[in-house]
């Protein structure tokens, strides 16, 4: 772990502690008064802001998402998410591992999901953390990739960071059969929320795997599982991730398994993923990020945000960040937003930024307390919250 997580992370483990006790509105802990001045935080002003307003943030959430962890259930947009989990190991002192990990079936009558879902449940069992099965919400045959599963995984995980003091840089996502199919898309589309995925015999329909690029990805299927052509797609996607990886050094980490003589079941080999899974964790602030719009699109992506108008299927952005430049490519919109940290830049020095070669922007960026703020009511994600905000104008 780098020296600025370290800091951050016993930053969070005492607004934790406030957040218990603290009246998130303590008039003895006002916002911090060089905010109000032209120039911003320095960089200890802005951690300090950010362990304060996480702990407020974390306070509010305890009270309103209580009752639904209790339950292990929760609506959301007129869609139920319900789950079963089970704890593993000691804790660490930097928060639990949280797997999620997904049913197979789909397209069958909800009996049968059922079935499948209570298998998920003894499927795994990881050396350390909290094993977190949920029943999909719909009986179809997209039951893990249909558009209403990306803010109900989010509300999730945000449930386990606030309640069971989950790490966020080390959440995974795993699934089988109709579960691999979701994790084909749910990996690429939400990779700023996972450490590391597997898929397990599924079918990966049309998604792109061009958003893994920061995202360790392992694909796992039998010789023999030929229905809908498992086994040569999953073969071909592996080779796609090789060229991928060569082609982007530093991206694009994976594993591929092609299990000789098994079929559909893989009589539990697979379980290889976890260990390999489980020496990955998220970095939120990657310097390269290669952002592919999926069929359910999403605003926000690392530290990258665009207009709702803009988030538009089959649209592509490439960002770098080398030294104090930032060079964005492809399909850039007006009004993107850099979402800015000292862990990706030094923001007490000068930032270029270039989109398609042209300079847009050249100047300082002030650490502003509503950037923190703004980050943690989109996201209960402190370690991936923003401390200053640049809006293009193209």
Known sequence: MNPTRLVLAA?????????????????????????????????????????????????????????????????????????????FGPVPSNGSSLWISLHGGGGAPARV??????????????????????????????????????????????????????DPDRVYVMGYSAGGDGVWQLGPRMADRWAAAAMMAGHPNEASLLGLRNLPFAVFVGAGDSAYGRNRIVAERAAEL????????????????????????????????LPWMAAHTRNPWPKKIVWFQDDVTHTRFYWLQVPADAAVVGRKIVAEVTGQTVKLTGDVPDRTVLRLSDELLDLDQTIRVLVDGREVFSGTVPRREQSVRGSLEERADPRSAATASLQLKL
Do not use: C
């Not at 449940?121 to 249909?146: C, F, Q, S, V």
């Open 113 to 166: 999901n059922d079935q499948q879902w209570t298998n998920q449940i003894g499927l795994y069992a990881p050396k350390e953390g909290i094993y977190l099965a949920p029943r999909a919400p719909t009986d179809n045959w997209n039951l893990w990739h249909e558009a209403h599963i990306d803010p109900l995984f989010d509300r999730l995980i945000e449930d386990y960071i606030v309640l069971r003091g989950v």
């Open 242 to 273: 090789d060229r991928l990886e060569q082609a982007d050094p530093g991206g694009y980490v994976h594993l591929s398994r092609v299990y000789p003589g098994l079929g559909h079941w893989m009589n539990r080999l697979d379980a290889e993923a």
């Open 11 to 87: 930053l969070l483990l005492v607004a934790g502690a406030r957040a218990g006790a603290a009246d998130p509105a303590d008039p003895a802990d006002p916002a911090d008064p060089a905010d109000r001045g032209g120039s911003g935080l320095d960089r200890g002003q802005a951690d300090r802001a950010l362990t304060r307003l996480w702990g407020q943030r974390r306070a509010v959430l305890r009270t309103e998402r209580a009752a639904e962890l209790e339950a292990h259930s929760f609506t959301l947009t007129g869609k139920t998410l319900r789950w079963a989990d089970r704890s």
